[in-house]
């Protein structure tokens, strides 16, 4: 294989992939090299997420997670009906439980209606109930254009059409990215197996993002923190009491959207997921230990102003992680007749947040360059929806930055 490449690209994630595919739309004749660390594409966050089409009613208005969100949600479903990608847009329902989630529940609708999320609507409590007949809520709001889909699918996808269409492009697998070495008109990408010639540079590694930045010689001073999410699956008897997707009404301070209800497209129905720090960063086990990822997570004063601050949910969090009993309790506050009989222990993710030094989780996406590189620092949850609009940012910010002529 030629050893040469016009851009390489870090990381087979879907956001790492849609970027890539987005410059070689542009650029054909160019060619791309994917690199991935594992056996497969996906097999790190987009591979262990919650499969939803978010619609992109949360997000700040402005922010880029929202303008991103409804282009990418209405990027994605054409890419899914084109490619025959099995999705259903099945719309859910957040439901507020207590009156003192009202006020949220409303900014987060003016939000929707402020991002051009189309179709939404107040619901009240009969109404919740014709949804979704188990749920109980005194107010909700009705989001009929998300969906779902599996995003490992779409990667997949987006991974074989770089190779088809574009015959210098390819994605390496098993090659994991360890160093860069930079010289006047390129820089070599040295991995565990082997060095490529890159005129260009774009990282994307969701969970080792800050790091394998930082080696490219980014200077960035914040740092990636993981939150393990576990999920219950919904036994044969439970599935009866969920027809498509519950959420509650998020805890604003917080950029995780509560344990929530979701029918997947593989026709389980999934109840998570929580949010607990893990201590490897891309550990799923609950008990899994990395010294790197603790000492270097605990070196940063980020961390300790982030455990300062939020002990108590993180202690809440950490105790639900252990206890089937908790865990069920949360969920009765959305479906009270749940019981221990209808869930049962499921798989987990672990999400990338990036964290600052002032002990703050950035919860936008955030995009940076220098010299002949992109570096992808924060793709948080809907940056799966998201993908595909993602990835046209990065194609322009390859077109304006990068020497692609
Ligand atoms: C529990 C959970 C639920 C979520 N639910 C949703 C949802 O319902 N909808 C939604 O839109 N989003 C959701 N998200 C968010 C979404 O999954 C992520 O934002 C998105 O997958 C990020 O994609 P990525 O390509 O940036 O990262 P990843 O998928 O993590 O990919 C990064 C890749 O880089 C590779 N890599 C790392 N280091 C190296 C190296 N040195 N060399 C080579 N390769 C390397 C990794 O192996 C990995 O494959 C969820 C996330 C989680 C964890």
Redesign the pocket.
Known sequence: MENSFDLVV?????????SAYKINLKYPDKKILV????PQ??????????????SGIYYKPGSYRAKN?VEGRRELVAFAREHHIKHDICGKIIVATKASELDHMHRVFNNGLQNGVEGIEQIDARRIKEIEPYCTGIEGIWVPCTGIID?AEV?RKLAELIEARFPGSRILTG????AFEKHPDHTTVI?NRGKFEAKNIV???????D??AR?EGAKTDNTIVG???D?YELTEQGKTKVKNLIYPVPNPVYPF?GVHF?RMISGETEC??NAVFVFKR?GYGKTDFSLKDTAEAFGFGGTWKFFYKNWRFGLDEYRRAFSKKLFLQRLQGLIPSLTMEDITPGR?????MLLVKEGKMSDDFEIEHHDNAIH?LN?????????LAIGTRVQQMATEYLRLN
């Open positions: 870090v990381g087979g994630g879907i956001v790492g992939l849609a690199l991935e660390k594992e594409v996906a097999s790190h966050q987009t591979g262990h997420n919650s499969g939803v089409i978010h969100c995003y990667a090659h994991e990215v360890t991995t990282t994307c590694a969701g969970l080792q993002s790091r394998v080696k939150f393990r999410g999920y959207l979701t998570g997921p891309e987990a993710g672990v999400r990338a992808i793709a948080p949850s809907p940056a799966a929806t998201a993908s």
